[in-house]
């Protein structure tokens, strides 16, 4: 099951809802990760984006949660705004609020995207053994996302794996690849000792800076051409 809500809402057309919150991240003296406000927003949009486009959604708006101060707003939404950029969005609208009658000890944000998608396309998958596996990026988290940056699969790349027919892309969050695979086929229970790759299956993701992609075996070459040194082989063994 996605980490998303479809509202079919007229004929043809579903809302798609995807959120992501972070805590304890920013530039107050008590967060345990220090980073500017503008990449606490850029990463924070960059996990719901990328859960609203591989569900098969358009973003068409970004709602943001803001406990961090008055000050932050404008760094934070420009961390949106370097997202929506490397996507070439450029009529999404922002909006959102600030929690501005008290002051919080730790930096804390939410964020949602909203996005819409044709009722009758559907990202929903089965396992077989004719599928093919990657994994685009690895998975880090905390500091790690800043001082290994190259490893984190960009959002201009998993838009453009997405627009490839057939693929299926799921983005890998905070409980790990061998989680998020046994939440992509339900009616399996997969065990890491099923699993072949040179990555962690069971390390954070944090926000997340990889995704599994599936696919069919003639269309391997391409997606390693557009992925590069992020692309890393996974088998399922059943």
């Not at 819409?116 to 990026?137: E, H, L, V």
Request: net charge negative; proline share 4%; aromatic share 8%.
């Amino acid at each position: 099951m996605r980490d998303i809500v479809t509202i079919p809402f007229n004929g043809g057309e579903s809302l798609i809802i995807a959120c992501d919150n972070s805590g304890a991240i920013g530039m107050k003296e008590q967060d345990l990760v220090q980073v500017p406000y503008e990449t606490v927003a850029y990463y924070a949009f960059r996990v719901a984006v990328m859960e609203c486009m591989a569900a098969g959604g358009v973003p068409i708006s970004v709602i943001l949660h803001n406990f961090c101060g008055n000050e932050p707003w404008d760094e934070l939404v420009r961390g949106i705004e370097k997202g929506l950029f490397e996507l070439k969005l450029s009529d999404v609208r922002i909006t959102g609020s600030t929690e501005s009658n008290f002051s919080l000890l730790q930096s804390a944000v939410g964020l949602v995207v909203l996005g819409k998608k044709p009722t009758a396309k559907t990202t929903d998958i089965t396992y077989s053994n004719q599928w093919r596996f990657a994994i685009i990026g690895l998975p880090l988290v905390g500091n790690e996302v800043i001082e290994l940056q190259d490893q984190v699969a960009p959002l201009s790349i998993f838009q453009e794996v997405s627009m490839v027919q057939d693929v299926i892309l799921w983005p890998v969050g905070s409980k790990g690849i061998l989680f998020e695979l046994n939440q992509m086929f339900s009616n399996e229970n997969l065990t890491q000792e099923m699993i072949v790759t040179n990555v962690d299956m069971l390390k954070s993701a944090g926000p997340s800076t990889c995704f599994i992609a599936v696919f069919h075996p003639d269309q391997e070459e391409t997606l390693r051409k557009m992925t590069g040194s992020l692309f890393h082989s996974l088998q399922i063994k059943k």
